[in-house]
């Protein structure tokens, strides 16, 4: 048996702050935790239309063996639906975030970010050689006031939502400010991907800014019920990323058989209103209810009720699990102390009666 006791340190840490995750296999209980907004990921018509003739593997890196006609197809498919003029797709939202974040702004440039941003935004931006500076979390002063004082080529990062306040950036704002510092504004779209908007288009479209935006990131682990994501952008962003973004270059590239259940996803998603209206139901009666701990304001599938301290919101998520409810606690340290929480997420496949027992067992 190899000798790795030096693990053993930070593993203990971990358990001494009640803090130690570990796996579980799905229980069959009712689902209120994961990013399946729309239910996509169980639709057996994705499965029927995920092209079963389709028995090709990975080959290599897009550069090399790995780039077929149906990625690239894909490509232009989600580029013309999110209006923008290219994009490229990469095997994760980690590695989109990555790829883009840590070769585009050089040293001399500035990013400044939100505070509540991602950690592969945050990953990206560290392997970055700009100077960074966080503003506090959707505060336009603040943002205001780093702005001022940036240097060379200026990039503004955040989210359109928040994954764990499940709140909307002020997009608006932000983008006047951008304009008005000349500065280059990057917006992460993985949880308003086929939820926001009247086709599932996502925030920037919604309000209709895709023509002020340097670069958008849409994911297909959430509401796509896959994996990976796109960069859009211009066609000489995708070229920049194809010769200089690392996690791209050397990464094997999706499989077929992903890329047509993409594909499919994209086509599902102008089709769903009715799922988009039901699951704004339920956001809207979970928001008027009262509970017996405080929730933070979210218009979005993203619900969270505070129970401070990680002992007492495992505590809860046990009682709603003991209940067939699929609820998860979020726990410090990937949340501030004070700050843990239950993330409970709403889908259009959850009924009335199942957010009503959730609501009474939280009351």
Known sequence: MYNDDFLQSKLIERKEQNAFRTLRLPENKIDF??????????DSQLTAHNAPHITQGAAGSRLLAGNYPLIEE?????????????????????????????????RGDTIIYDFLSHASLRDGIRLSQAQSFAFLHNDLTDLERRLKIATGNIFVITESV?????DYCPLSEIVSLCKQ???????????????VGERGEGLVQHLHFQDSIFARVHTFGKACGCHGAVVLGSNSLRDYLINLARSFIYSTALPPAAIRVIANSYNMFPTMNKEREHLNTLINYFQCSSIAFPKLVSNTPIQVVIVSGNTQVKRVAELLQSNNLDVRPILYPTVPKG?????????????LEEVKLLVGLLA
Do not use: W
Request: include cysteine.
């Open 339 to 351: 700050g843990e929480r239950l993330r409970i997420v709403l889908h259009s496949f959850n009924t």
């Open 162 to 166: 928040f994954s764990m306040d499940g």
């Open 74 to 106: 894909t490509e232009k498919q989600i580029a013309s639906f999110h209006q923008a003029e290219a994009g490229l797709i990469f095997n994760s939202g980690y590695d989109a975030n990555l790829g883009l974040l840590s070769c585009v702004p050089q």
């Open 33 to 42: 935790c994961s990013n399946d907004y729309l239910g996509i990921a169980k």
């Open 181 to 195: 510092y000349h500065a280059h504004l990057i917006l992460d779209e993985a949880h308003a991907t086929g939820v």
